[in-house]
Nanobody, 122 residues
């Protein structure tokens, strides 16, 4: 089972990035796929989640209206489109998968990908 996140980079405030999370080795059709982030010196926090089957979504208040999570069945990939980026969005972003439960809590997720660093300059 592998989740691989990529697409991070350096962007100016107000800019956009799209993160991708490629899933392999497991069928996540009945899972929720989540994005979390961890800034230096801070705890990991929930960003967004999507139910693979059905497509229902959830967002942290801090990113609502700016970030969009989506999935592509054919590519087995989940995306996080990030617009209007702010310096406080700077963090390592992780994708993860959970069969259910409280999707806002990282402890509920049993599959994790490697992180991808997003740096937003002011």
């Amino acid at each position: 089972v592998q989740l691989q996140a990529f697409g991070g980079g350096l962007v100016q405030a107000g800019g956009s990035l799209r993160l991708s999370c490629a899933a392999s080795g497991h069928t996540f059709r009945r899972y929720y796929m989540g994005w979390f982030r961890q800034a230096p010196g801070k705890e990991r926090e929930f960003v967004a989640a999507i139910r693979w089957y059905g497509g229902s979504t959830a967002y942290a208040d801090s990113v609502k209206g700016r970030f969009t999570i989506s999935r592509d069945h054919a590519k087995n990939t989940v995306y996080l489109q990030m617009n209007s980026l702010k310096p406080e969005d700077t963090a390592v972003y992780y994708c993860a998968a959970t069969p259910g439960g409280s999707i806002w809590y990282s402890d509920e997720y049993n599959y994790w990908g490697s992180g991808t660093l997003v740096t937003v300059s002011s």
